[in-house]
């Protein structure tokens, strides 16, 4: 790329350019010659738009500056994320980029666009809606990761019904999304602990219903992620009354033990994770401690041979606590 | 064993047992199907296995396309299932012909089936099957390797595991980058990874120092992958791996030597600088003389032809090294009857269902509401019954691939490359004793703190390992020096079994008997400096005080003992460290590779080092005796004799610069341990009186030398108690 011979424009100039050339992306027909003018048009003012901000190395404050302020006036960003899809794969993989350094620039204490993008859930809303097109979704993916490194972005987000979209994102795409959007999924909930423990808190029943689902889904890579994830939520000690409520419900301990004995090790090994949370439970609740004195002979069987090829001293030692309190009942 | 069906394809009949979703209707270029992305691929041959995984041909049914597709069992490790996706990204982000096209992935039972481009020339490993590639066709392929490089470079991503398996021909001579199973992308064009990771005889210094590394490190395995492709292996290939990782950052770079132009090798040479600053770049290395005047990648189809006829002509070797032709065979024909373990088994010993039924608390109820009936005890159980169908579906259409190979229950379903390096280990060809016999867990590669290095983490070296966050180097260290001494493996390349390292001998390990070949691939050789001083009964004093020849002897054999364990702990091993340390560099801000010693040599010395000190525990007296049968030795040999009486008084005046200074010199020389000197020589003078004149001036000019034969003649004396007053005769 040779876009440095010529002519340096401004940034005004740049994003004008873009946003001029996104619309015609789609006039005339399909593969007609103004559609690929169109899309090389794009495709270069990205590329220059990329090389003020990344600059080789060395960007010039003055025109990021510029940059960023024409972005914001424009709501670039948000066409942006919203026709990325049309774009060239080079030019996708610009967008991300351009985003990703604006949401990495910082004046002082403050986050410019970060700001910005608060004040517009749209964009952040249009971001996470890029899982719904496979050609762009991990494009759009890199982008949400990004946004999600900021609480205000992540509580919107959170705290928003399309948070709840996750689950059909994750169960519903091939492998590399459904990774990507589950990756996100976990950042949303393990990123900003106390804000994310209030939140839980505050709407428990909502989220662990969505979350049974995935607990429940018959796609393994789902079910691992999501036992295990569980298992960091719970054992978080922001989540301290999120964790004590969880274990007083015995359907979540039916749904453990049940999980104990998948055919998948892995699923085991997670699903022990959060049992044992059950059993060291100090104040166990009556229905909880029936179902474990009911089924005592069979978890100290169980646990006896209970992946004893592990060379884990921590998960011994806990499997030895349990089967302890297990006796003690 | 059944005759192998390959020619047939296996058509994967069974329904699909996962939800897969409709592809979205957008993605007109990916492979992807709609419904059961299996079933639209026949699965053909085993082409090997790459890290993490096994990669089979497969027809794409809908386009009559070849594909290869690498299956991954996500249940076999307990890797975080999002960094096995990190590949996938890598490869999606990609948009090269220098790199293997990725067309989608999706998952099947426990497997991650990932679709990618197929390449029919091989892997470069396959090649050298056929003998190591001229140097023409290195030049070519550097050349295209490095337009790859310079385009993940620029990207910011690093491969990572740059090695002749890993890069792939076309038919027509075109040079794809594979396998990017380890890759990174740096989120900046400034950060840098410490992750330790790679393949140990390829990686770069700095990726074992765990310094922090950038794009850089694939130029060093480029460099370390031509020496490959010349010579058929890399550097240091007889060497166990766990000392290759010590050995890399220690000593100096590996150099092309042979019948190479000057251009190759100082290409090589560029390659392999381990001050990074000083290493090219990818575009760099572009302007070399020996990539600049490379020919056309369509040369390259005589080395793919050259292969194709050595696979003609070794048929044998074809059926010895591609296991994977035979292992597929075998599965095809024992997944029709060999079901794998019913539901259930895999728990072991309990079967029975848990007992829930009886508790119908009000806070069930209440519950049951809650979550709209997803608590149901029937429920779950339904549930978990239909899973455990759908599982078992899977590993019977999983079966007829491959799976049927290890019908053992109780065993994580493992595939290459650990199985093989465990069971080389339960056979005895390493130090059992050693670590674990398992590689390291997830958490243990993620801890913060270090991980030992483990002896299944490494496998055999040409393996790639799993990432690992923070090594931790002392302990990793410790454990390296077990291994001492170790061969990886006997011969490489010319001994009958073709390449002793190809995808298809490591896939061999997939099948329940280990490999025919692997016994003879390596030896253990750690224990052989112990044994060998005790098979040696040259001097026989332990037996002799050990038959009661008198108190008399057994305190003389106390003192030999207490001498012998002085010469090795106060004269042998720091005249041994004093080599290996060279003295402060003057240029502390320079890598002072030129002052570093080759790692064969390093690691003889090391050997060395170790097995006086394992002397020194086994029998001091026996070191006694050596070390006096060695003075004797070169007493006795004229020319040698002669030489050191020259070099004995010159030796600071000897080119000392060289930090090749060989042993005698070092003998020869006051400047290790002067303290030491002294003291010694007063106390043998207080042992000896004055025996010590019969070799004349010579021997006395070096204070070791003399000493050590005041030692040995002090040995004659109490071998032949009753002839001590004739003993500076019968030197003489």
Known sequence: ?329 | MPPSPTKSPTRLLHPPTSTLPPSSPSTSSSALPSSDPASQYTLLEKLGTGSFGTVYKALHIPSQQFVAIKQIDLEDSDDDIGEIQMEISLLAQCDSEYVTRYYGSFVRGYKLWIVMEYLAGGSCLDLLQAGPFSEAHIAILCRELLLGLDYLHTEGKIHRDIKAANILLSSTGSVKLADFGVAAQLSTLSTLRHTFVGTPFWMAPEVIRQTGYDQKADIWSLGITAIELAKGEPPLAEIHPMRVLFLIPKTSPPVLEGEFSEDFKDFVGCCLRKDVSERGTAKELLRHRFVRGAGKVGALTEAIERWREFKERNPRNEVDDDESVKTIGRAQVGGLDLDLGGPGEALGSVRSEWSFDTAASNMVETFRKVQGGESDSEAVSTVDGGEEEDLDTNAAVDGSEVEVDSPREDVPKSTIPKILSESTRRTGLFPSSLGSAKRSSYAARQNSKGTVLRFADLGNGMDTLRPIKQVDAAGSLRLSEEYLGSIRRRHALGNDNGHPNSNGSSGSSNTPSPSPASPTKSKARSQSPTKSSHSNSRSPSKHRSGSGSGSMNADMDAERARIGGMIISSIILPTINALHSPPPHPHPHRHPDSLEMPAQELEALSMLSRGFSDLRLANPSRAYGLMTDIMNGMNENEEVRRYISQQGPATTSVPAASPRRDLFEGLGSKLPVPAIITTSDSEASHMNGSTDRAEGGEMKKSPIAELLYMRWMEGLKMKWPGLSTSVPTSTS
């Open chain 1, 1 to 329: 790329m040779n876009f440095f011979k010529a002519k340096q424009r401004t940034p005004a100039e740049l994003v004008r350019g873009l946003r001029d050339a996104i619309p015609r992306l789609e006039a005339g027909q399909p593969g007609s010659e103004t559609r690929r003018k169109a899309n090389e048009e794009v495709t270069r003012n990205l590329g220059q738009i990329k090389a003020i901000l990344y600059g080789d190395g060395d960007p010039l404050p003055e025109l990021v500056a510029q940059l960023a302020q024409e972005t914001y006036n424009t709501d670039l960003l948000h066409s942006l994320v919203l026709n990325i899809h049309k774009f060239d794969f080079e030019a996708r993989k610009d967008v991300s980029q351009i985003f990703n350094n604006l949401l990495r620039r910082q004046i002082g204490s403050r986050w410019p666009t970060v700001e910005y993008l608060t004040a517009k859930h749209d964009i952040l809303f249009a971001t996470l809606g890029g899982y719904d097109n496979e050609d762009v979704a991990l494009n759009t993916g890199m982008i949400l990761k990004e946004m999600l490194r900021h609480e205000s972005l992540c509580k919107i987000l959170l705290y928003s019904d399309k948070f709840y979209s996750f689950p059909h994102y994750i169960e519903d795409t091939t492998f590399g999304i459904s990774c990507d959007a589950f990756a996100n999924f976990k950042e949303t909930l393990t990123r900003h602990k106390p804000m994310v423990a209030e939140y839980l808190e505050k709407n428990y029943d909502r989220f662990f219903m969505a979350y049974a689902q995935l607990l429940a889904s018959s796609n393994y890579v789902t079910k691992r992620q999501s036992l295990k994830l569980l298992g960091e939520i719970l054992l978080d000690r922001a989540n301290f009354n999120v964790m004590t409520r969880y274990i007083s419900y015995e359907a979540n301990l039916k749904m453990m033990m049940n999980l104990l004995r998948d055919k998948s090790k892995n699923i085991q090994f997670e699903a022990f994770h959060v049992f044992k949370v059950f059993v060291a439970n100090p104040n166990k609740p009556p229905q909880v401690v029936a179902i474990l004195r009911r089924n005592q002979a069979k978890l100290l069987a169980f646990l006896k041979d209970f992946h004893n090829d592990k060379e884990d001293e921590q998960f011994t030692d806990e499997k030895q606590f349990l089967i302890a309190q297990i006796q003690a009942l």
